[in-house]
């Protein structure tokens, strides 16, 4: 699965994701790759369930980790969605700064539908286009 975003009008690719019965992983985004992917959303969901990935971006070593909580229904742009939420938090290993946690709403057949940081990020899925089969 491949995200996208406009930018000043033209189409680019921000992820490219694997979805699996384990879960949802990215592989990549912004042109760089995860090694290994990181799992953003277990499968199946069990509220409470906690993981943790450690990957290598770039030049970096990131610390990932996720805990997913009760699945809620959210209205965006792109419609209304039983979502399975989950708090990701993210730390560069060789660094004690801490970035902003993220919750993230991901809809079962359609991928993430909202985002949020107490930084003030905000995601909403605008809209939703299935896959053409």
Same mark, same amino acid.
């Given at each position: 699965?491949?995200?996208?975003?406009?930018? &000043?009008?033209?189409?680019?690719?921000?992820?490219?994701? *694997?979805?699996?019965?384990r879960g949802l992983f990215v592989l990549e985004r912004g042109g760089?790759?995860?090694?290994?992917?990181?799992?953003? *959303?277990?499968?199946?969901?069990?509220?409470g369930a906690q993981w943790e990935t450690v990957t290598k971006f770039g030049d970096s070593e990131i610390r990932f980790k996720h805990k997913a909580l009760r699945p809620e229904l959210v209205r965006? #742009? #792109? &419609?209304?969605?039983?979502? *399975?939420?989950?708090?990701?938090?993210?730390?560069?290993v060789d660094s004690d700064a801490k970035l902003w946690p993220n919750t993230h709403w991901y809809a079962p057949g359609v991928g993430r539908v909202k985002q949020t940081n107490e930084g003030? *990020?905000?995601?909403l899925m605008e809209s939703f286009t299935p896959p053409e089969r």
């Open positions: 699965m491949t995200t996208e975003f406009e930018d &000043g009008g033209q189409w680019r690719v921000g992820e490219k994701m *694997l979805v699996s019965s760089s790759t995860f090694d290994p992917p990181v799992c953003l *959303l277990k499968l199946p969901h069990k509220p965006v #742009a #792109a &419609g209304r969605f039983e979502a *399975l939420p989950v708090v990701e938090h993210m730390q560069f003030g *990020l905000r995601y």
